[in-house]
């Protein structure tokens, strides 16, 4: 993966981050051991689970992390009634005595259980909060929706990301990108991106490339070398064979040549030229059915005469269900008259404004859709524009901490915790187990009294197959303890746990909800903490 943009640094933080350092320093408070959960309480999108994603930059950020001579003189500015002394220390802190335990990224991940554990000296630990939020918050949502996709569109079909266009800037733009491809999705027209991060790069061409041309002598001397591979020597030249062959298709499939767009034929006759192996045509820029898909087909089989294999076609316009299974007919029938058995099988890619919803409804209705190009709907996060993550306070100086609401939700999770997953004989998690550090770990084939964190009658006993640990430790000491993993690898680790979620979860209407529960040492620790701190009230 590439190095982390030059924007993330210190000063990507809110103020009160800042204000709060100077307050702790002037309290005495600079070397507290605090510790602080990054967690978010509900999965986006209505659905019930969340793909963790940004803990490889988070620990970028800790590498580099260090405040020049320039951030401190802009802080004077901002904080003239600070003490000089202030900015002195600001200037040595560093994330050396910082201890990160996190959940690995490309984890299937579910609320409450925290993604990462920072450990350290109050004022570092506190200044890492909005720039973790922001590396975690975003890219899990991305990586989310990606995943979400994926799952409509089924592991047959290949979805790209279609969407810098749409995204909010350029930096909102390449992080859709790359963790759009960290969730599934199998490249992106994002070059830069690619680039970047070795995402495979797609495209085809836009109308304006098609309505550019007006008729064929835009393309009269326009030539094709047949292929290093072909067998046969073409008769005709480039354009003279499209349009023997666009004639001859017209024929076997009952369209009048005379309703084809000329200028469309001509467009298809040079990009063809000059992608002779790739060569993807947009079929909807006039008509579909009575232009486009003849005017492809003329040109493919032209391509075949040279030796070539086209690609396929992309539409991105009207009844998609329809025209994609019009177009996979017209396809099959060529490729039998023929005797091109591939032509049958060409990929037919639809765009046009596609969302998840869009995706099950087309599978309702049937369609030979074999790729979607996806983008406001996947970058932009339209259905849950923020995941909402939150960095709390849990335990300072070894003593645990809660953060009481009454709204019960937002009630955090006092202390140290250990969380296991718990799987089924049928290998699907069935929940998630948070418990005291010093608590015997679950154990395969005993069971565990696992508690609703707030709720005290929902609880039941679950005997385990198999436990998984969530958390490691990634940095200690000034550096990452773990091997970086590229973005590949986390990409297959998302689909391999993606395995161990079941369907019901996973659905995108009305999921099963996922239990996270707490055990009863645990529940019990919280609850005695809560009463503590809770104020009791007076009658009078």
């Known amino acids: 993966m590439m190095s982390m943009t030059s924007i993330v640094q210190p000063l990507l933080t809110d103020l009160y981050q800042i204000t709060m350092a100077y307050a702790y320093w002037k309290s005495g408070k600079r070397d507290d051991q605090a510790s602080f959960d990054l967690f978010f309480r509900k999965s986006p999108f209505k659905g019930e689970f969340t793909i963790f994603a940004g803990l490889s930059d988070c620990l970028k950020f800790l590498t580099s992390f260090k405040l020049s001579s320039s951030d401190i003189e802009y802080l004077r500015t901002c904080l003239p009634d600070c003490e000089e002394e202030f900015f002195t220390y600001l200037a040595t802190i560093t994330p050396n005595q910082v201890q990160v335990v996190a959940m690995e990224e490309g984890s299937v991940c579910f609320p409450r259980i925290p993604l990462m554990k920072v450990k350290g000296p109050l004022v570092m630990v506190q200044l890492l909060e909005t720039v973790f939020l922001n590396l975690v918050n975003f890219s899990s949502l991305v990586a989310t929706n990606a995943a979400r996709f994926r799952i409509a569109a089924g592991q047959q079909v290949k979805l790209f990301e279609f969407g810098l266009r749409r995204a909010q800037g350029p930096d909102g733009g390449l992080t859709a990108s790359k963790f759009s491809y960290l969730g599934g999705f199998d490249g992106t027209s994002n070059v830069l991106a690619g680039k970047l ?30 292929s290093s591979t072909s067998s046969t020597t073409p008769v005709s030249d480039w354009v003279t064979t499209c349009l023997m062959w666009r004639d001859t298709l017209a024929k076997d499939l009952d369209i009048l040549v005379g309703e084809a767009n000329m200028g469309e034929l001509a467009a298809f006759i040079s990009y063809a030229a000059a992608f002779p192996s790739s060569f993807i045509a947009l079929l909807d820029t006039y008509d579909v059915l009575r232009s486009g898909v003849l005017n492809f087909c003329g040109v493919a089989l032209a391509l075949n005469t040279f030796g070539y294999r086209t690609c396929g076609v992309r539409i991105d316009s009207g009844d998609l269900a329809y025209l994609s299974n019009k177009i996979r007919s017209i396809f099959t029938k060529v490729g039998t008259i023929h ?13 046009n404004d596609i969302n998840e919803e869009t995706i099950l409804s087309l599978n309702e209705q049937g369609n030979s859709i074999s790729s979607y190009g996806i983008g406001t709907h996947l970058v932009t996060c339209q259905r849950q524009p923020a995941l909402g993550c939150v960095y709390k306070l849990v335990d300072i100086n070894s003593v645990p901490k809660i953060k009481l609401s009454q709204d019960v939700e937002k009630i955090t999770m006092p202390g140290d915790k250990v969380a296991f997953r718990i799987f089924g004989k049928n290998g699907f998690a069935i929940l998630d187990l948070l418990q005291l550090p010093d608590e015997e770990r679950p154990q395969v084939g005993h069971k565990v009294l696992c508690r609703h964190p707030f709720e005290e009658s929902k609880r039941a006993y679950v005997t385990p197959h198999r436990v998984e640990l969530l958390h490691n430790l990634v940095w200690r000491e000034g550096r990452r303890v773990v091997e970086e993993t590229d973005l590949v690898s986390v990409r297959e680790k998302v689909a391999n746990n993606m395995k161990s979620v079941r369907p019901d979860h996973a659905r995108s209407l009305n999921p099963t909800p996922y239990k996270v529960s707490v055990s009863d040492q645990l529940y019990s620790f919280m609850h005695k903490l809560w009463l503590e701190n809770a104020p009791i009230g007076e009658l009078s």
Do not use: E
């Open 339 to 351: 005797n091109i058995p591939w032509f049958a099988d060409l990929d037919i890619t639809a765009s």
């Open 197 to 226: 991060f070795g995402i495979p790069v797609v495209g085809t061409h836009a109308h304006s490339y098609v309505s550019s041309f007006s008729d064929l002598d835009q393309v009269a001397t326009i030539t094709l070398a047949p």
